[in-house]
């Protein structure tokens, strides 16, 4: 495919951080750096790390999102990782059956 510009090596996203705790936007920062550092990495035990981090930090971002903090009476936050959990034990539950078959 041909690129469209002369940046096809680098790819600048934007967020706006307004609304965002100091907490949030380094969850994000770091996020972003596990992320780029996972696609990009060559070694199987810094591939595996790297992944487990990233689903640290993910939930923690979630732990620590807007309307996890406004609605703490709930919480909301460990049930919203607790379903991504539960959906992604599903979905290996299926792919691992569908091996057996």
């Known amino acids: ?3 469209l510009s002369g940046r096809d090596k680098e790819l600048l996203l ?3 951080t307004e609304g965002l705790t100091p907490t949030q936007v380094r969850l994000i920062k ?3 750096s596990l992320l780029s550092n996972l696609l990009s990495c060559d070694d199987e035990g810094e591939f595996f790390e790297t992944s487990a981090d990233l689903f640290k ?5 979630i732990k620590y999102s807007n309307f996890a903090a406004q609605h ?3 919480s909301y936050g460990d049930q919203a990782v ?3 959990l539960d959906n992604l ?3 290996l539950n299926n792919k691992i ?3 057996d078959n």
């Open 30 to 32: 770091n996020l972003h």
């Open 89 to 91: 034990n599903e979905d």
């Open 1 to 3: 495919m041909k690129s």
């Open 14 to 16: 934007q967020i706006s």
């Open 82 to 84: 607790e379903f991504a």
């Open 57 to 61: 930090k993910t939930a923690e971002l």
């Open 97 to 99: 059956q569908n091996l």
């Open 72 to 74: 703490k009476n709930m």
